[in-house]
């Protein structure tokens, strides 16, 4: 398969996966697509390339922390359905990513799945997988699978479930694992366990979860949450626990940041004092809805984010590429002239200078097939000298880019772009261009439209996303107060 048939069915798979989820999302694929063809034309994409691919579409929410301290129970109510095994003992030993599909049977499939899917964050991930976890030679199936669920609350996201905080049983590249996660995740659901909030079960968390989180710039995707707390209502003094919980927080250096107290209905123990009840119901109730709230903006923050980037792109094609591009034609082309003509002007000299010192006397008949042949050979010598200058010139300007303080994708696509005005016939005519290749009014006309459709689409997220109306909308929260759905 060639690579621009490969771009091509990786843009319709995610086409075809939007088109379930989010059909404004998927316009805005078209007007990459729009974006895509005037950066082939002026060469700053290969074929094989696509601005779409570079976005990540699925914003990511990942819940990490200590093992059975309820992940799986949570994401399992979250999403209204028992898609994820629960238990006391560790469950879970590799992450799900848990995507939608509006087909109501859940599958379940590798995490090759995942590695060959240009949908989502794991895009080629076993790359990255073998570098991080070389010590361990397990492929990407060891670590990762992939789950589908119908969940409305999986609309324009996905969820991450992980294996839980073992002490001393933890792999290394569980670990590092974890890390990528970390970074690659737009909110981080962090939970510990109220029946064990003593800083020694909650070590290794703390350690690499917790510790590591201080002084990142992201700091604020980080959601601290104390789940089960109605384990601690037949305790004498349930605030102890979490006040307990904190101290370990802080003594771990996290003094700043959000923190939650819950529990699941679905599986809680009985309350012995309806006023306890009443009183742990209000905490949990509140901080679940915060905790909700955060995840459904994940995916409307996402949605407007892409449409960000398109406008960004559109607008950096036409503001600093171009520019950029005209510029260095421009530069090639006055060096050209510049030294052609001092070029011209020495053999000019020298040749007068020959002439008078030898005293040859020129007889010229332009009838003559020697004079033509002789004209003949200095046009195709002074081609060839022009080639050679034009060539000369031009590698030195690209050698000159590999030293500008660019984005390395920016100046992968200049240099690719630059050497396309660099052609046979261009280089023949290097005296008189002025715009890179498919740089003409009609493709500022073309950018102008998309930038117009940014616009669209924004009206219609915000319609979307403001929608009183109650319809399906991606970021409408489940209802809670239903039973539980089997898949
Ligand atoms: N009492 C109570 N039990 C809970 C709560 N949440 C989960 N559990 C129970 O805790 C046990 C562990 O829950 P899981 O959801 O499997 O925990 P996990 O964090 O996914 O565990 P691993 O995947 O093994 O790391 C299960 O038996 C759940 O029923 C809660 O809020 N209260
Ligand atoms: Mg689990």
């Avoid at 404004?24 to 697509?33: A, D, G, I």
């Avoid at 905080?165 to 737009?186: E, G, V």
């Avoid at 006040?243 to 107290?261: D, I």
Wanted: hydrophobic share 40%; proline share 4%; aromatic share 8%.
């Amino acid at each position: 398969m060639s690579a621009a048939t490969q771009i091509e069915n990786r843009l319709k798979q995610l086409e075809s996966h939007l088109q379930e989820e989010n059909d404004v999302l998927q316009e805005v694929v078209q007007s990459f697509r729009e974006l895509d063809k005037i950066a082939y034309q002026l060469g700053i994409l290969a074929t094989e390339q696509s601005y779409a691919t570079r976005v990540s579409w699925w914003p990511m929410i990942s819940i990490l922390g200590t093992f059975s301290a309820g992940k799986s129970t949570f994401i399992n109510y979250h999403l209204g359905y028992e898609l994820q095994r629960t238990g006391n003992q560790a469950v879970d030993d590799k992450f799900t990513v848990i995507c939608f599909s509006g087909d109501n049977q859940t599958s379940i499939l590798p995490g090759i799945a995942l590695d060959a899917d240009p949908r989502f964050p794991f895009y080629q991930i076993s790359r990255d997988i073998a570098t991080i976890t070389a010590s361990s030679g397990q492929g990407v199936d060891a670590y990762l699978q992939l789950k589908t669920c119908a969940s409305e609350q999986l609309r324009g996201k996905i969820l991450i479930d992980s294996p839980g905080f073992d002490a001393d049983s933890q792999r290394t590249s569980t670990l590092r694992i974890t890390k990528y996660i970390i970074d690659l995740s737009d909110l981080v659901l962090v939970f510990f366990d109220a029946r064990h909030p003593e800083p020694g079960a909650m070590r290794d968390t703390l350690e690499y979860l917790v510790a590591n989180t201080m002084g990142r710039t992201d700091s604020n995707k980080f959601l601290y949450i104390l789940n089960q707390m109605d384990t601690t209502a037949r305790e004498d003094n349930p605030e102890e626990v979490v006040a307990a919980w904190l101290r370990s927080l802080a003594q771990a250096g996290l003094t700043a940041g959000r923190f939650y107290r819950i529990y699941n209905p679905n599986v809680c123990m009985p309350f012995q004092d309806s006023q306890v009840k009443e009183r742990f119901d209000r905490k949990c109730q509140a901080d679940m809805k915060e905790i909700r709230e955060r995840m459904d903006q994940v995916g409307i923050e996402r949605a407007y984010r892409i449409i960000g980037v398109l406008e960004q792109t559109a607008k950096n094609i036409e503001h600093k590429i171009v520019p950029q591009l005209q510029e260095l034609i421009q530069r090639w082309k006055t060096r050209v002239i510049r030294t052609e003509i001092v070029l011209g002007i020495t053999l000019a000299i020298l040749a007068g200078v020959g002439l008078a010192t030898t005293n040859i006397t020129l007889n010229y008949n332009w009838q003559s097939p020697l004079t033509q042949g002789v004209i003949g050979l200095i046009i195709v010598v002074a081609i060839w000298i022009h080639f050679k200058i034009s060539k000369m010139i031009a590698n030195r300007i690209l050698r000159r880019l590999q030293h500008e303080p660019l984005r390395e994708e920016e100046r992968e696509g200049l240099i690719r772009a630059f050497r396309k005005n660099a052609c046979f016939w261009r280089i023949l005519l290097v005296w008189f261009i002025n715009q890179p290749v498919g740089w003409r009014e009609k493709t500022r006309q073309r950018i102008y439209h998309i930038l117009n459709g940014v616009d669209n689409h924004v009206q219609k997220l915000n319609n979307r996303f403001t929608n009183p109306s109650g319809k399906k909308t991606p970021s409408a929260p489940a209802s809670h107060s239903e039973p539980m759905k089997s898949p």
